[in-house]
């Protein structure tokens, strides 16, 4: 889920939120994930994240689940933010690993570690994404975390190697919940056993994500095969350098005005909503 702010770019708009959490929820999205990479949380001040946790708990109101992102380079400043989740009720939290300092497995693991043990009975969702973090989940480790941490409940890996998300599927536990990021593979990580997918794109544009995890999860795999080759066609009408841009735009073009991102992330300076919604006409070439 996009943040919205105010003009100022650091400032939630709280006023906002209830409208893109309808609209997300209107299209047909299971849940709604808070503060991720498109959602901004890393460069926001935890006192602006605790109002946006806490407003998009309200506009939610228990009508999908909701997974607040916690994670952040300074392990106290993390707890807290897990013990708001577990407070306000959020169906999960998830962390990123620290990020620009490289960690070995061993930090990784105390950081989670410690997260869990600030909420025992808050769900816990560790989030790999090392192409933006430096630093990841190996299969290796999601193992030994599953062993050590009775609350983990999954991982959101945006892995781009399909190679690596097949070992980390392979070393997780049944119970452990799988959800894939990397959009031109979607359909890819569904087939290997991911259970669902988080997209930053999906935030303005969430018809052809909800359209190929709903044609999946019913046996059509040529429609899942169209969907996943419409949001290929998708992802390149966002302008280079400026994709969390670009989607904030996207919305307010599509009537949700989310704001600017926060400074010094440029926004775009031409239309972008206007050429997606052509590529989401049957038949369309990309962009």
């Not at 997300?24 to 926001?44: C, N, P, S, Y």
């Not at 704001?259 to 049957?282: D, I, K, N, Q, S």
Request: hydrophobic share 45%; aromatic share 4%.
């Amino acid at each position: 889920m996009a943040t919205p702010l105010q003009a100022d770019g650091y400032t939630v708009n709280t006023a906002v939120v209830p409208s893109l959490a309808d609209f997300l929820i209107a299209a047909g999205v299971k849940g709604l994930f808070v503060g991720g990479t498109t959602g901004e949380g890393v460069l926001l001040t935890p006192g602006e994240r605790l109002r946006l946790h806490e407003a998009t708990m309200a506009a939610a109101n228990g009508r999908v689940p909701v997974l607040l992102h916690v994670g952040t380079n300074r392990l106290d400043t993390a707890i807290s933010l897990a013990r708001h989740a577990a407070e306000v009720g959020a169906a999960a939290m998830v962390a990123v690993t620290p990020y620009f300092y490289s960690l070995g497995d061993d930090g990784l693991a105390a950081y989670f570690q410690a997260l869990a043990a600030a909420a025992p009975d808050m769900p816990l969702l560790v989030y790999d994404i090392p192409q933006m973090a430096v630093n990841g989940i190996s299969p290796d480790l999601l193992a030994h975390l599953s062993r050590t941490i009775p609350s983990l409940a999954g991982i959101k890996t945006s892995r781009t190697d399909a190679q690596i998300i097949r070992r980390l599927l392979e070393a997780a536990p049944e119970h452990l919940v799988v959800l894939a990021g990397n959009e031109p593979i979607a359909l890819g990580s569904l087939a290997m056993g991911a259970h669902g997918l988080i997209s930053g794109l999906s935030t303005a544009v969430p018809e052809p994500f909800v359209a190929l995890t709903n044609a999946f999860g019913a046996g059509s795999l040529v429609e899942a095969r169209h969907h996943q080759r419409q949001i290929n066609r998708l992802l390149p009408c966002l302008p280079a350098g400026a994709r969390i841009g670009a989607i904030k735009q996207i919305l307010a073009e599509r009537g949700i005005a989310v704001g600017p991102t926060v400074p010094p992330r440029p926004m775009p300076h031409e239309p972008v909503w206007p050429r997606m919604e052509a590529v989401l006409h049957p038949h369309a070439p990309g962009c």
